[in-house]
Each structure stands twice: as C-alpha cells, then as structure tokens.
Nanobody
Framework: EVQLVESGGGLVQAGGSLRLSCAASGFTFDDYAIGWFRQAPGKEREGVACISSSDGRYYVDSVKGRFTISSDNAKNTVYLQMNSLKPEDTAVYYC????????????????WGKGTLVTVSS
C-alpha cells in the first residue's frame, strides 16, 4: 500500500523558515515523481515544487529562490525547505506521487498525503 505522510508544518513569522517532509512507503524509491502542492482557503490547489527521477526539479515562479526540494532516497523521503516565507505562502501543503509517468507533469498524481498546515504571520 502506497502511503505519503507530510510533516513539518506550523506557525512561523514572515521571513522565517520551515522544512517540510514527505515520508513515502509502499514502493521502491527508484522511478518516481513527487510533488508538493498547496491550497489556501478559497483558492485552487497549485503545484509548488516537484522532484523526479527522470527530469530533475521544478518550482513555481512565486517560490523560486526561496524554496528547495530535495530527496533522500535511502530514507524514502522528500523535503521542501522553505525560506523567506511570506504570508502568501500560508496554505495546507500536500505531497503527491506519480509512480507511472515519473515526470513532473499534470498527469498521474494518484497518491496523496493528508496535508500539513503552514501559517505565516505578517
């Protein structure tokens, strides 16, 4: 059974940092794509960052230079280091996995975690 569990969310002041973790289980951490998404109240879910075994890393423009996605394949874990946080970053953050296409695309996000809340105060 494929499972994704996010952790690391919390309350932080603007300009601060948080590190989110996505712990994966139920598959071999070999050919994969794992993305971070976020959803704020009243807004659509948006992709934030992605890492894959095929095509590297992707970031949405609004977080470039501030967020870094990385993986520790031995630990089956993907991280999202978030620096210089802004109130606009406040959202529930989810990780998702594409285990069939193995690329950072809009297809095949078949597995999702339950989310972790990030709140950035001004």
């Amino acid at each position: 059974e494929v499972q994704l569990v996010e952790s690391g969310g919390g309350l932080v002041q603007a300009g601060g940092s948080l590190r989110l973790s996505c712990a994966a289980s139920g598959f071999t951490f070999d050919d994969y794509a794992i993305g971070w998404f976020r959803q704020a109240p009243g807004k659509e879910r948006e992709g934030v960052a992605c890492i894959s075994s095929s095509d590297g890393r992707y970031y949405v423009d609004s977080v470039k230079g501030r967020f870094t996605i990385s993986s520790d394949n031995a630990k089956n874990t993907v991280y999202l280091q978030m620096n210089s946080l802004k109130p606009e970053d406040t959202a529930v953050y989810y990780c998702a996995a594409d285990l069939t296409h193995h690329v950072c695309s809009g297809y095949g996000w078949d597995y999702w975690g339950k989310g972790t809340l990030v709140t950035v105060s001004s």
